[in-house]
């Protein structure tokens, strides 16, 4: 079975903080996909990035980077010198065959000023 | 304009009414989805459609039903609404192979009194 675990429910930083969210997968399927999403106080959800399971290689995208470890079965995204607006929940999810995903918990970010 | 769309975007309704979800996207995917998110548990999957023909059930279909209307349009009806029915519930699209991200409609806040 899959599943994805989020162990931070929730973690509270003072802007310019950098802050880690954690996320754990489980499956035995040898391809498979992970995905973070971002879901703002207004609801929606935001895609940030996806990483396929036979490329390791983290990934930087300004201010977020994102570590890929196959042995530790962990996908964590690192915001650096976080801001107000990265106030969130952040979901890491899992997708394997016929691109069901499955989703974490989420993560709430709150970013004071 | 937005390339996946929920209507209403807000719903209040009462025990027993049978209300229905609509989703439309611009996007020019095969595939969509209907989730539900609920404090705490994440996204949960409740239907799925690869096309206009396949329609498949996810992991929490009981007491919902869908209707692929066309390749743009997926619905999700409640018969018999109840008060755990409450929820956000999401559409998602992706494109048609497995690799492919989905991209989340703006969600539907539904409310069962």
């Known amino acids: 079975a899959q599943k994805v675990t989020q162990a931070q429910t929730e973690i509270s930083v003072v802007e310019k903080e950098d802050v880690t969210l954690d996320c754990v997968y489980e499956?035995?399927?040898?391809?498979?996909?992970l995905f973070w999403y971002k879901q703002p106080p207004s609801g929606e959800l935001v895609f940030l990035i996806r990483?396929?399971?036979?490329?390791?290689q983290n990934e930087i995208s300004g201010r977020y980077s994102w570590n890929f470890q196959k042995s530790t079965s962990s996908f964590n995204f690192t915001i650096t010198a976080s801001q107000v607006v990265d106030s969130a929940v952040y979901f890491c999810a899992l997708g394997t065959g016929f691109q069901k995903l499955v989703f974490g918990t989420g993560t709430r970010l709150l970013v004071s000023p | 304009d937005a390339d996946v769309t929920q209507t209403p975007r807000n719903r209040i309704t009462k025990t027993g009414k049978r209300i229905m979800l609509e989703c439309s996207q611009t996007?020019?995917?095969?595939?969509m989805y209907w989730y539900r998110q609920d404090p705490g548990l994440g996204l949960r999957l409740i239907y799925y459609s690869f096309d206009v023909k396949d329609i498949n059930k996810g992991e929490i279909s009981d007491g919902y039903s869908v209707s692929r209307q066309a390749q743009a349009k997926f619905s999700l009806s409640l018969e018999s609404a109840i008060p755990n029915q409450t929820a956000l519930y999401f559409c998602?699209?992706?494109?048609?192979?497995?690799?492919?991200?989905?991209?989340f409609g703006p969600g539907t806040r539904l409310t069962v009194l």
């Open positions: 499956t035995r399927d040898t391809t498979y996909y």
């Open positions: 996007k020019g995917h095969d595939r």
């Open positions: 990483r396929n399971s036979f490329d390791e």
């Open positions: 998602a699209t992706s494109a048609g192979l497995s690799t492919d991200t989905q991209y």
